[in-house]
């Protein structure tokens, strides 16, 4: 079993379209839980990250997580073509002295104008 | 933005033949990781480095190798191209002293081995 799993999509939604995107994860011991955005042709960037259960919002961002169900989101709200991009989840415990990230597959999404 | 580069950012070489990937930050990072990614997977991580002169293989197994001689780079060297290393290859770096250990990557390499 992966210890990440997140489906590849792709995802195709209409520009101010709210978009949810999801990983599952099997490690009760993850602790932080990231989404990093990818763009053609670059390296993946922190777009934010939350620790343990709860929820957090950046603009039109929301990220939520969901450690009993070891389910987390994130919401885009009023999407923009500027938001197209592969995202991904990552997740790393408490006592990694490496600072080990688990990354899932990818969710490959287009804004259409 | 990230300072970390990455070069060559594509290579398309023969089987065979011996290849080099640079990595460099300049944020004075002591972790730093080589990760390989192909189209719809995850991210694999292959190397690892604490430090300079530690360096430590990661979960995928790979046939490359890598040196840690100086804090900012970290480069990747395979010996022998051949077509199953043609892959995207992403370099990252973190301060690696607290939580969530925000990794900062570079803009990669994508390889093609014929």
């Known amino acids: 079993q992966k210890e990440v799993e997140q489906d590849p999509g792709p995802l195709s939604v209409p520009e101010g379209a709210i978009v949810s995107l999801n990983c599952t994860y099997s490690?009760?011991?993850?602790?932080?839980f990231m989404w990093y955005r990818q763009y053609s042709r670059k390296g993946p960037e922190l777009l934010m990250y939350?620790?343990?259960?709860g929820n957090k919002e950046d603009g039109r961002f929301t990220a939520q997580v969901d450690k009993s169900s070891k389910y987390i989101s994130l919401f885009i709200r009023d999407s923009q073509p500027s938001d197209s991009a592969t995202y991904l989840c990552a997740m790393s415990d408490r006592g990694s002295t490496l600072g080990r990230l688990y990354f899932g597959r990818g969710t490959q999404l287009t804004v259409w104008p | 933005e990230a300072d970390i580069y990455q070069t060559p950012r594509y290579l398309v070489i023969g089987t065979g033949k011996k290849i080099t990937l640079e990595c460099s930050q300049t944020m004075g990072h002591d972790k730093m990781y080589w990760y390989q990614q192909d189209p719809g997977m995850e991210l694999h991580l292959i190397h690892y480095?604490?430090?300079?002169?530690?360096?430590e293989k990661g979960d995928l197994s790979s046939e490359s190798t890598v040196s840690r001689i100086r804090t900012e780079h970290f480069p990747l060297t395979l010996e022998s191209a051949r077509p199953s290393h043609t892959s995207q290859y992403l370099c990252?770096?973190?301060?690696?002293?607290?939580?969530?250990?925000?990794?900062?990557f570079g803009p990669g390499t994508r390889l093609t081995v014929l």
């Open positions: 990252a770096s973190s301060e690696g002293l607290a939580a969530p250990n925000e990794q900062f």
């Open positions: 480095s604490y430090g300079v002169n530690s360096t």
């Open positions: 490690n009760s011991a993850f602790q932080y």
């Open positions: 939350t620790y343990s259960s």
